[in-house]
């Protein structure tokens, strides 16, 4: 008898353990998909942040080897037909209105220059660093018969990241012309 009359008051219950459950699932998975969401945002924040270090560390790369190449020509012996207004294969002659660094087609190979050897390039990366480099001030003739003054160029290099975050860097450079002839 005693069986019946147990079993008898459970058929009395109306459900609320069921209800609180499912309530407390639903606030469970709640919790679990914020956290979830969270997650992801900082992947794809740090993801970002590399992405932007890449192309960063890209720029400074072709940067320093563009300024290893100031010691030849076109910089030495001084050849002012190579720089352009066009930016002709990266030399710029930079006059008050034309093509510079903020105007110029970064993917165009016949503007932009990049590493000048070709295992300087680096792996890994989708597009490869460029830089241009832009004449301020033309070296001139001094007051010493032959002698040439210094001349001033700034170098502005652009990284992509494989991302597309791009970075410029630019730097400037004063060069000396080491040849003591200053027939230009």
């Known amino acids: 008898m005693m069986l019946i009359k147990n079993f008898k008051g459970s058929a009395q219950q109306r459900g609320a353990v069921l209800i ?9 998975t709640m919790v679990v998909l914020a956290v979830l969401r969270s997650g992801t945002l900082e992947e794809k924040m740090a993801r970002n942040a590399r992405d932007r270090q890449v192309a960063l560390q890209a720029a400074e790369s072709v940067l320093r080897d563009a300024e290893a190449t100031f010691s030849g020509p076109p910089f030495d012996p001084y050849d002012p037909s190579a720089f352009t207004s066009a930016c002709t294969n990266g030399y710029c002659f930079k006059p008050t ?22 295992g300087s390039q680096i792996t890994g990366l989708n597009t490869q660093p460029r830089y241009i480099v832009e004449i301020i001030v033309p070296p001139v003739k001094g007051s010493s018969v032959g002698q040439c003054e210094n001349g001033l160029a700034k170098v502005t290099a652009r990284g992509v990241g494989n991302g597309n975050a791009a970075s410029l860097v630019q730097s400037t450079v004063r060069f000396k012309v080491f040849t003591n002839i200053c027939d230009f």
């Open 97 to 118: 209105a034309s093509a510079t660094w903020q105007t110029i087609d970064w993917s165009s190979t016949a503007l932009t220059r990049t590493f000048a050897l070709a």
């Open 20 to 28: 609180t459950g499912i309530i407390f699932l639903v606030v469970v």
